[in-house]
């Protein structure tokens, strides 16, 4: 597979459902905010709940400018809604069961059975803007945060 879309590529869009059922259309979002698309391996696995629940903590600073998350994965909308409401998450999680957004943002595995760990700052102009690969889920929300403040100057 080739690697990863980069900075100036524009982001593909998609439609894909999130709990309990609402479509979420990536075209619908960009123009007005910027969108933090990320990708992640599993549901209520450690790594991915740190990075959700990070999300989920500093939800309100990455709206107040001006950006919308949204988590990808090949998990089902069931195993989205546990996971949702176990850690209390406020941003849509998206199902992508059939790895078509996945394969399309380039994050499948090797094995082409899940998302590797991968974010893609998608900016108003529908433009990849950044890409963080790999992801130090230790730092990565901060890291996220200041590449918008960065758009914002």
Not at 118 to 147: C, F, M, R
Request: glycine share 10%; proline share 6%; hydrophobic share 40%.
């Amino acid at each position: 597979m080739a690697g990863r879309l980069g900075p100036g590529d524009p982001a593909p869009d998609f439609d894909l459902l999130a709990p309990p059922g609402r479509k979420i259309k990536l075209s619908n979002l960009i123009g007005d905010r910027h969108v933090v698309l990320y990708f992640y391996p599993k549901d209520d696995t450690p790594g991915c709940t740190q990075e959700a629940r990070d999300f989920a903590a500093r939800i309100g600073e990455i709206r107040d400018l001006g950006a919308e998350v949204l988590g990808v994965s090949v998990d089902t909308l069931e195993s989205h809604e546990a996971f949702q409401r176990k850690h209390d998450l406020t941003f849509p999680l998206l199902s992508d069961l059939n790895s078509l957004v996945c394969g399309n943002y380039r994050v499948l595995n090797d094995k082409g059975t899940m998302a590797d760990r991968v974010t893609y700052l998608i900016g108003k102009d529908g433009l990849i803007q950044k890409v963080w690969d790999p992801v130090n889920v230790a730092t990565h929300v901060g890291e996220v945060i200041a590449a918008l403040k960065e758009l914002q100057s």
